[in-house]
């Protein structure tokens, strides 16, 4: 009589009957599950930076939040008078209709000198910079041609004519504008409120519509021969950013400031910079075709707003502020987190040990718990310090783990030495923003060309039995009886 070999023996082949392509695809679907988790660590993320520019809205708002500078610019009205024929039935009438028209001119010459001095303020966890800046201007008007724009008839209203300067936030002039044209007695007195106001009520500090809120002083004596020197200076508070102008024909700039960590934005950037731990020193100079604003022209025709565009920018970046950097690195969380789950599967088909999926998860979570920890403690330090305590206890607990998973030192180091150059490789990315996706590409392809090599003996459609039963004796089947 025959015995069954489908007993206990068999048992041992059942567990191994999972081949290697079908442990690869769970492996797949484990980081596809494990985006689910990222993608909360990423709202996370933006809810915080969210939560931060409430903090500095609010607190940059009592300062006058970031400040726009522009100007001086001055206006010359001119009136048209012109007869209208209007058609009512049967009759046609003549009408009289009068409209006044303004002429903007910039200074031939401007030159600013800026002193910023800033100070941190807290809010909860949150170092706001506020700052107070005295700006003094200097340069020159010369020759307003008004008749160039004017129809045949015009009247040019000379004693009309007004200084304009503006800024983001009125609430941000300490000091009321002291304004010298030299060589003259008069004194150009300011009243807030132009023609030209724009009040931008987002909430947020966007530079997409900055709010134009402007101050105007009478000016005697012009004419269309008419050149004059002037010097302007009063003391501005603000947050975040502080802006100015190109204003004039040809613009010159230099800003002095007590805060080491400056970031220099818009249309122009610093000819000359100096930066160290007691701040910064930076200089501008725009000459008029860089400006790609004309000298001079009719409103209407042109908007003196359309000057902003031609700015230079001095951001307030606090060495806290990583939530940018954190939100990169997001971005690329999901690869990485691949890049690890593949690692792990490849020391697996180079060990006896076989690795659960719940390790596999656990393995991951832990990389995830890397970027929490990444976003909570850029909150309190800077994003390099903060990298490296996430990076070295995320990489330490991974490795520990691994040597009580394949029950030695030797593929606890491997993943030791792989972890370390992942997260370098990952802190690279936070730096070079421009080489990120080179980088990424470069991995991909590496990654797969070691997967490719590692694997390429392998039959995918063997199973696991060799591994497993090196873990496992084989029971041997009963003895046949004899006879």
Do not use: C
């Amino acid at each position: 009589m025959t015995q069954s070999t489908t007993g206990v023996g068999a048992a041992p082949g059942r567990k191994a009957s999972r081949s290697l392509g079908l442990k690869i695809l769970l492996v797949g679907l484990i980081v596809v599950v494990l985006a689910i988790p990222l993608a909360f660590v990423n709202m996370l993320a933006w809810e915080r930076a969210n939560r931060a520019n409430e903090a500095l809205v609010e607190v940059g708002a009592a300062y006058g939040g970031p400040q726009v500078v522009r100007g001086p610019f001055l206006t010359i009205p001119y009136r048209v008078t012109e007869i209208v024929e209007i058609n009512r039935g049967d009759e046609t009438i003549e009408e009289t209709r009068i409209r006044t028209e303004t002429v903007v001119f910039s200074a031939a010459e401007l030159d600013y000198q800026v002193d910023q001095t800033v100070e941190l303020l807290q809010r909860a966890i949150y170092d706001i910079p506020v700052y107070e800046a005295d700006i003094a201007m200097r340069g020159r008007f010369s020759r307003f041609d008004v008749a160039q724009f004017m129809p045949a008839g015009a009247e040019i209203l000379w004693d009309e004519a007004e200084l304009v300067m503006a800024v983001s936030d009125l609430r941000g002039i300490d000091t009321d504008v002291g304004f010298t044209i030299l060589g003259q007695d008069q004194v150009p007195v300011f009243e807030p409120g132009t023609p030209f106001d724009v009040t931008n009520n987002d909430i947020r500090f966007t530079r997409s519509i900055p709010s134009w809120r402007g101050v105007r002083a009478p000016v005697t004596g012009v004419t269309e021969d008419s050149e004059f020197d002037f010097e302007a200076r009063f003391t501005l508070s603000g947050a975040a950013y502080l802006q100015l102008v190109a204003s004039g024909r040809e613009t010159t700039a230099t800003i002095r400031s007590n805060w080491p960590h400056p970031g220099f934005d818009g249309q122009y950037l610093p000819d000359d910079r100096e930066i160290s731990s007691e701040g910064f020193t930076a200089s501008w100079s725009v000459p008029y075709l860089a400006r790609g604003v004309p000298a001079s022209w009719q409103e209407g025709r042109y908007s003196i707003r359309t000057a902003d565009t031609a700015q230079f920018t001095v951001n307030l970046a606090t060495p806290t502020d990583g939530y940018r950097r954190v939100s990169r690195a997001l971005k690329y969380a999901i690869f990485f987190i691949g890049f690890l789950m593949l690692m792990y599967f490849l020391l697996e088909t180079t060990s006896k040990k076989r690795i659960h999926a719940a390790q596999y998860i656990l393995i991951g979570l832990a990389q995830i718990v890397f970027y929490l920890l990444l976003l909570a403690l850029s909150e309190h330090s800077s994003i390099n310090q903060a990298f490296a305590i996430a990076a070295g206890a995320t990489i330490t607990l991974t490795s520990l783990y691994s040597i009580a998973v394949f029950g030695g030192f030797g593929r606890g180091a491997l993943t030791f030495l792989v972890l370390s150059l992942v997260y370098i490789m990952q802190y690279v990315l936070l730096l070079l923003e421009d080489y990120a996706l080179l980088i990424g590409a470069g991995l991909s392809f590496t990654a797969l060309a070691i997967t490719m090599y590692v694997t390429r003996r392998i039959d995918w459609y063997d199973t696991m039995n060799n591994p497993v039963s090196a873990d496992i004796p084989a029971v041997a089947p009963p003895a046949q009886p004899k006879g």
